[in-house]
């Protein structure tokens, strides 16, 4: 089921979107002594990253849901923005020292095996092509990162395009391990991605749109928070 949370002003989402994040991780928490919260890069998450960074609960594991295949240095790279966001923890991150990330899904896949599971919440962004964390339309390793078998991580090469830009090659969570979470919430903001997750909502070609995969799935509700 989808759970919408549309809101006037961006300020006021990012203050709603806080306050549920901690008290998911709260319940979490304290019903079972440790969680994991799994995170997407980009700017306008990064206001509730700080917040949350200057208190977590050391019994909190962070990881990324994707990232580029950059070196953490990169201002490309999304591991950083967590480790600058959240400075006391250790983040768990999917770069490794091999040249493509195909060549290091073993490696990943063990890191991630260490993250307690089902995660406690795993948020989640959208782009204006429809993908959600690297699963972009028809990249190579799609097929295999929406299948019911796929590992908790995946090597993704997309085609490049002005969204993915040059870096087209990805780690990313699959689909199954993006809905292997408590509570799965998906942030966009303007008109346009509001248009382009509407019409996700009952898109039938999943690999033309990779967020729909997410959407109508019904193993979790989707909680989506939007605002102009």
């Known amino acids: 089921m989808i759970n919408e949370h549309f809101f006037e002003t ?26 994991s919260l799994l995170l997407s890069g980009g700017s ?20 990324l849901v ?10 490309g790279s999304n591991e950083a923005l967590l480790k600058r966001c959240f400075p006391n923890h250790a983040v768990t991150g999917m770069k490794t020292a091999d040249e493509k990330p195909q ?10 095996a260490e993250l307690k599971q089902p995660f406690a919440l795993t948020l989640l962004g959208m782009g204006p092509d429809g993908h959600t964390a690297s699963l972009f339309p028809y990249a190579e390793g799609l097929d295999a990162a929406m299948g019911e078998a796929a590992p908790t991580c995946c090597a993704i090469t997309a085609t490049q ?33 509001l248009a382009v997750y509407q019409q996700a909502k009952t898109a039938t070609d999943h690999k033309a749109t990779p967020v729909a995969a997410v959407l109508q799935q019904a193993r979790v509700d989707v909680d989506v928070y939007w605002a102009k």
């Open 10 to 35: 961006r300020e006021a989402l990012l203050a709603q979107l806080q306050s549920d994040m901690q008290a998911q991780i709260d319940a979490v928490l304290a019903a079972e002594g440790a969680a």
């Open 44 to 63: 306008t998450p990064g206001p509730v990253y700080e917040s949350l960074g200057q208190a977590l609960d050391q019994r909190v594991q962070v990881a």
């Open 66 to 75: 994707d990232d580029r295949w950059v070196d953490v240095g990169h201002k």
């Open 103 to 112: 060549a290091a899904t073993q490696e990943v896949n063990a890191r991630y």
């Open 161 to 193: 395009s002005e969204v993915t830009g040059p870096l087209v090659d990805r780690m990313t969570l699959s689909l199954p391990a993006i809905i292997n979470s408590k509570k799965l919430v998906l942030l966009i903001t303007g008109e346009d991605k």
